[in-house]
């Protein structure tokens, strides 16, 4: 009896709970249905902490229900869908924009440019969800997880570091990075048969000396050069120096503590690293001694820098953390609204933005020119043209990086930016019963309050404004949309109208924004490409991703290429007895090159950057001249 009673109780509450839940669930689609937009239902919210942490466990079971019961609702529970997907549920919805229904949340997904354009310049109606940028205030608030006031106090501190002056540090370090990054890639003790199979973690390191170097005056040598003496370059006296080696009093080397706290960033949202370092978990544990670790050497490197503030002394260019602290007033007697956690706060995410993105864009950039080899000849050719042979040490960023700026480096960049762009949702969102009217295409509309707002990626594939169609593909069925092709930046642009940059009302938050263009080459609608956001709250730091990948494109291609690793299909042996150019080349190149395709297309996943995960795509780094699958018809 007794246990009836309790079955029958919990069984109401269950129940009760199913109504509740059910009439949320009414109460969202009929408000998601007063937008006037279409809407799908999802039986819960996607981007719940439960759901995005399991979520590979339950999609493979729900794909087996019958196929009356699958439909686009289920596309949508994949997190990641918006790369995979691309433009493809936008098509079936037939809009640009649409609302998804859950019983605890509203999400919406934009991929259109006229609606982007509102969403990006409206700051106020349509603000960051601040809740989703909780990981990244680890060492305090900061630029990137601040609205209103508080994200201007921010932005006025960092914005003037990243004037068009600074830009030709970044040149520099980036050449010389780049050059350590190829001595590593094409030294005959890296591997007998020079396939890199890990090109990700060492782009990873390369984008994280540039950022060092360049943002912090922290240098830190390559492994295979620990024991050469510094270049002029990087002596000067108030430098700091970080070894490779773990220093007394740390337990991990610099670059490993800030690697494995960007692999693992989303367990520091289990607790603070007290209670991490003591979990019986070794991933929890590792993760909380990289968040003491990075903590204590960001601690070091502030204290150099302010004494070095106290005493008069200045950075030769950049310095970020000094920039930071004299802007901050922070050694001023009088009391100042910025604290040591806001310093903190913005050098960790500085480092942290100016890394991942930019190294995986120079990763991917390699990975599909391998793909792509008639481009990548392309880019050769444009790059020895404005390079007419000169050693590296003459190269200047006031002269090359303009002329890299308007062919087919950038053009190349622009395109690895549109297929696989680094930040594959760009959040947004409406503030509870604070509803916003938009327009498009003539007509209004309403997004309900307390909406999150995705700007998706799939507006790079939004055949509205990409593709031609005389380039899809005959071969694979690819739209050219969806196809890697550098060359359409190139085509002659149709006049358009003058640019008019966002308003700001004050001059000091502004930091490189500006018009982004050639003149003369493609310039997509306003609003369909957006790689690094747009309006008030675009990438900072936009200017310099450019200037390293630029100038990192110009040193790599002017002496090498690179191409997909077949080790797989074929020895090195059995590839020298194929003809050069042959069929049977050809066929073991294509292999690879679907290969490639696939794990692209399947295996890349995003934690805070999209980036290949559990898997990797082998390449080889081999002197021009040399290649083995560059087909010469
Ligand atoms: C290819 C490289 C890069 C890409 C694709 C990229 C992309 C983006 C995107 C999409 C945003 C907006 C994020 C959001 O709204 O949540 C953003 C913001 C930001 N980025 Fe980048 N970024 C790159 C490189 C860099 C670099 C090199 C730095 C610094 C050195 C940097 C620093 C920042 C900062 C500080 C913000 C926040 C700006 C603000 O809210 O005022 N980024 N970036
Ligand atoms: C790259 O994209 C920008 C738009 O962000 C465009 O203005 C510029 O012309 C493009 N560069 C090339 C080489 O096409």
Redesign the pocket.
């Known amino acids: 009896m007794a246990v009836l009673l309790v079955l029958s109780a919990v069984a109401a509450i269950a129940l009760y709970h199913l109504f509740l839940r059910y009439r949320s669930l009414a109460r969202n689609i009929a408000l998601a249905k007063s937008s006037g937009l279409p809407v799908v239902v999802t039986p819960w919210h996607v981007f719940s902490v439960f759901w995005l942490a399991t979520y590979y466990i339950w999609i493979p079971l729900l794909q087996k229900l019958p196929a009356s019961c699958k439909g686009l609702w289920l596309e949508l529970l994949d997190p990641e869908w918006s790369y995979r997907l691309a433009h493809k549920p936008f098509e079936q919805l037939g809009a640009d924009v649409f609302v998804v229904a859950s019983p605890t949340r509203l999400t919406a997904f934009v991929a259109d440019a006229e609606v982007v354009t509102q969403i990006t310049t409206r700051r106020n109606d349509f603000p960051?969800p601040l809740e989703m940028y909780g990981r990244l205030d680890i060492y305090g608030k900061n630029?990137?997880t601040t609205e209103g006031s508080d994200?201007r106090m921010h932005?006025k501190l960092?914005a003037p570091s990243f004037g068009e002056r600074n830009n030709e540090l970044v040149f520099k370090e980036t050449l010389h990075n780049t050059q350590s990054l190829l001595r590593l890639w094409t030294s005959p003790d890296t591997g007998a048969d020079k396939t890199l199979n890990d090109a990700a973690t060492d782009t990873m390191r390369w984008a994280l000396y540039i950022?060092s170097g360049a943002?912090f005056d922290v240098r830190v040598p390559w492994p295979h050069e620990e024991n050469d003496e510094p270049g002029d370059e990087e002596t000067r006296a108030d430098s700091i120096f970080m070894s490779s080696k773990v220093p007394p009093g740390h337990k991990m080397n610099y670059r490993g503590a800030l690697s494995e706290l960007l692999h693992n960033i989303m367990w520091t949202m289990m607790g603070p690293p007290e209670y991490l370092t003591k979990s019986p978990f070794k991933i929890h544990r590792t993760v909380g001694t990289a968040v003491v670790e990075w903590g204590k050497y960001m601690d070091e490197i502030y204290q150099t820098k302010r004494k070095q503030v106290a005493e008069g002394h200045s950075a030769a260019g950049m310095d970020l953390f000094q920039a930071l602290i004299r802007g901050s007033g922070i050694l001023d007697e009088k009391q100042t609204a910025i604290q040591k956690s806001d310093l903190l706060g913005n050098a960790f995410?500085?480092m942290l933005?100016?890394h991942e993105?930019?190294a995986n864009?120079l990763h991917f950039s390699l990975i599909l020119l391998a793909m792509h080899w008639q481009s990548q000849k392309h880019l050769q050719d444009d790059v020895d043209k404005i390079i007419q042979g000169r050693p590296i040490e003459e190269w200047k960023y006031e002269e090359d990086f303009p002329k890299l700026f308007s062919c087919m480096p950038a053009a190349v960049m622009n395109e690895t930016?549109r297929i696989i762009?680094?930040?594959i949702n760009?959040?947004k969102s409406t503030a509870p019963s604070r509803p916003q009217q938009f327009t498009m295409g003539g007509q209004q509309y309403t997004m309900p309050g307390d909406t999150t707002i995705w700007l998706s990626a799939a507006i790079h594939r939004n055949p509205k404004y990409w593709g031609d169609p005389a380039h899809d593909s005959k071969s694979n069925g690819l739209r050219d949309a969806d196809r890697f092709r550098p060359e359409r930046w190139l085509v002659d642009a149709k006049p358009t109208e003058a640019f008019v940059d966002i308003n700001y009302d004050d001059e000091e938050l502004r930091g490189p924004s500006g018009e982004d263009t050639s003149s003369h080459l493609f310039k997509p609608v306003k609003g369909s490409y957006i790689?690094?956001?747009d309006g008030f709250?675009?990438?900072?730091?936009?200017r310099?991703?450019q200037v390293?990948?630029l100038a990192a494109f110009a040193v790599f291609f002017s002496q090498y290429s690179v191409e997909l690793a077949v080790d797989e299909w074929a020895s090195d042996e059995e590839i020298e007895r194929m003809l050069k150019g042959g069929k049977e080349r050809k066929e073991i190149w294509q292999k690879a090159a679907d290969r490639a395709q696939h794990l692209l297309r399947t295996k890349t996943a995003s934690i805070i950057t999209l980036q290949l995960r559990g898997c990797s795509i082998p390449i080889r780094v081999v002197k021009r001249g040399e290649e083995r699958f560059m087909f010469d018809y």
């Open positions: 960051k630029l990137v994200w932005r960092v950022i943002g995410v500085l933005a100016g993105t930019t864009a930016l762009q680094p930040v760009i959040p790689p690094f956001s709250r675009s990438c900072i730091g936009r310099f991703a390293e990948l």
